[in-house]
């Protein structure tokens, strides 16, 4: 029998308690041993649930049992969730782990102390909620090397859109149905300003080149600049709009962004609703690959973080079992964005004149008009280039979403 503790009894954490639970007999059978919660952290008491005796209050409960050979850290956060973390592997103890701001910030360093002790740390409802991603990057992906990581990374976001765009919900509405959803973070503005999808493309880019990358330092721009008039440019382009999490490597560096996009209806990321996420990963050998499937979620999480404790207990007596390895990122490493170059939609305000002014400097594009603005799709243009005929073309600009 394999005891597990958790730490952080909120949506993820009552989830992985409920999935060891409701499904521990075909757990037991396809792992040929039992796995159970032994103990859970938490400041609030719960009364009424079948957990509740399991409760602590004092971290150290977990870290001196000897019996807890796992642990599963859903708390959010960095602090404490990151100093518990290092005290779980510096003792010895395996750690998996949903908390996307502990992978993207501090991983690197988890990984090497984890290596150092002789356990594992394991990140797979980090990334895309419950779908498996991470392990297959590392594991099935590894005979190629990755070109670029495009990506639908958070659920409350794309969720957001699907009920503004397909059912009239306004954006405060469609919000508040995803936190009762639970899909939220417990400050949405980490979803609707792009820093969860951030974090989460941070990691997906240490994955694909090795270099971990600060959230704090890359392009990042959420979904609350968008309008409705975006979205019905959008259509008229044969476009659907999407938070797009996006990583490649420009001049030998790497690059990692977030940002809306709109994403061609013959791309299948642009088919993507409601809180799916897709993560469409180009390789170098296989092409590209697609990874669908429920972006966050009480149970769906919940399930990517047991299967990180299943592939520790499986995997147990195995020394040099493959694991992710990236290090921190130097300055010399993150690509400058001026040299980033993509197709990107331009909407200037439609005043007399502006289909000349726009062909001048843009050359003969089509354009389709809405609501007062007149828009098209560019050429390919690094962002210097794109910033430069902006300034140029002597309109006002009104939106500039890019293009995936
Ligand atoms: N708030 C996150 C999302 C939760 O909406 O995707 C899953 O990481």
Same mark, same amino acid.
């Given at each position: 029998?394999?005891?597990?503790?958790?730490?952080?009894?909120?949506?993820?954490?009552?989830?992985?308690?409920?999935?060891?639970?409701?499904?521990?007999?075909?757990?037991?059978?396809?792992?040929?041993?039992?796995?159970?919660?032994?103990?859970?952290?938490?400041?609030?008491?719960?009364?009424?649930?079948?957990?509740?005796?399991?409760?602590?209050?004092?971290?150290?409960?977990?870290?001196?049992?000897?019996?807890?050979?796992?642990?599963?850290?859903?708390?959010?956060?960095?602090?404490?969730?990151?100093?518990?973390?290092?005290?779980?592997?510096?003792?010895?103890?395996?750690?998996?782990?949903?908390?996307?701001?502990?992978?993207?910030?501090?991983?690197?360093?988890?990984?090497?102390?984890?290596?150092?002790?002789?356990?594992?740390?394991?990140?797979?409802?980090?990334?895309?909620?419950?779908?498996?991603?991470?392990?297959?990057?590392?594991?099935?992906?590894?005979?190629?090397?990755?070109?670029?990581?495009d990506?639908?990374?958070?659920?409350?976001?794309?969720?957001?859109?699907?009920?503004?765009?397909?059912?009239?919900?306004?954006?405060?509405?469609?919000?508040?149905?995803?936190?009762?959803?639970?899909?939220?973070?417990?400050?949405?503005?980490?979803?609707?300003?792009?820093?969860?999808?951030?974090?989460?493309?941070?990691?997906?880019?240490?994955?694909?080149?090795?270099?971990?990358?600060?959230?704090?330092?890359?392009?990042?721009e959420?979904?609350?600049?968008l309008t409705?008039a975006d979205v019905a440019v959008a259509k008229a382009l044969g476009c659907s709009v999407k938070?797009i999490?996006h990583?490649?490597?420009?001049?030998?560096?790497?690059?990692?962004?977030?940002s809306p996009r709109l994403v061609p209806l013959t791309n299948?990321l642009s088919?993507?609703?409601?809180?799916?996420?897709?993560?469409?990963?180009?390789?170098?050998?296989?092409?590209?690959?697609?990874?669908?499937?429920?972006?966050?979620?009480?149970?769906?999480?919940?399930?990517? $973080?047991?299967?990180?404790?299943?592939?520790?207990?499986?995997?147990?007596?195995?020394?040099? $079992?493959?694991?992710?390895?990236?290090?921190?990122?130097?300055?010399?490493?993150?690509?400058?964005?001026?040299?980033y170059a993509c197709k990107s939609c331009f909407a200037f305000e439609a005043?007399?004149?502006a289909a000349?002014k726009i062909a001048a400097v843009f050359g003969e594009v089509e354009t389709v008009s809405a609501d007062?603005r007149i828009a098209f799709i560019g050429d390919m243009m690094t962002e210097?280039e794109a910033d430069e005929k902006i300034?140029a073309c002597?309109l006002?600009l009104v939106s500039r979403i890019r293009v995936l």
């Amino acid at each position: 029998m394999v005891n597990v503790a958790i730490l952080g009894f909120g949506v993820v954490g009552s989830g992985a308690a409920q999935v060891l639970a409701d499904n521990a007999a075909v757990i037991e059978k396809n792992l040929g041993e039992r796995v159970a919660v032994k103990r859970i952290l938490d400041l609030r008491e719960f009364e009424g649930s079948p957990f509740g005796h399991l409760v602590t209050h004092d971290f150290n409960d977990i870290l001196s049992d000897p019996d807890i050979s796992v642990v599963a850290e859903m708390m959010g956060g960095s602090h404490p969730a990151y100093d518990f973390t290092k005290a779980c592997l510096a003792a010895g103890k395996h750690v998996v782990t949903s908390n996307k701001e502990v992978v993207a910030r501090f991983g690197a360093e988890l990984l090497e102390l984890a290596a150092a002790n002789g356990v594992r740390y394991l990140f797979e409802a980090s990334v895309g909620g419950g779908i498996p991603v991470i392990r297959p990057m590392v594991n099935d992906l590894a005979s190629n090397e990755i070109v670029r990581v495009d990506g639908i990374l958070n659920g409350t976001t794309n969720y957001i859109l699907t009920r503004m765009i397909t059912a009239g919900a306004t954006f405060a509405e469609a919000l508040a149905e995803a936190q009762a959803k639970g899909y939220a973070e417990a400050n949405p503005a980490a979803d609707v300003e792009g820093l969860d999808a951030a974090r989460k493309i941070v990691i997906l880019a240490a994955l694909s080149f090795g270099t971990l990358l600060s959230p704090d330092n890359i392009y990042c721009e959420g979904i609350t600049g968008l309008t409705l008039a975006d979205v019905a440019v959008a259509k008229a382009l044969g476009c659907s709009v999407k938070l797009i999490g996006h990583t490649e490597k420009v001049q030998g560096r790497v690059l990692a962004m977030v940002s809306p996009r709109l994403v061609p209806l013959t791309n299948p990321l642009s088919g993507i609703s409601d809180v799916f996420n897709g993560i469409l990963v180009d390789a170098n050998m296989v092409g590209e690959v697609m990874f669908y499937g429920a972006g966050a979620g009480k149970l769906p999480t919940a399930s990517a $973080v047991v299967a990180d404790i299943i592939d520790i207990v499986a995997h147990k007596a195995q020394k040099n $079992v493959r694991a992710p390895k990236f290090e921190v990122a130097k300055d010399t490493d993150y690509a400058d964005f001026a040299d980033y170059a993509c197709k990107s939609c331009f909407a200037f305000e439609a005043v007399d004149g502006a289909a000349e002014k726009i062909a001048a400097v843009f050359g003969e594009v089509e354009t389709v008009s809405a609501d007062g603005r007149i828009a098209f799709i560019g050429d390919m243009m690094t962002e210097k280039e794109a910033d430069e005929k902006i300034a140029a073309c002597g309109l006002t600009l009104v939106s500039r979403i890019r293009v995936l």
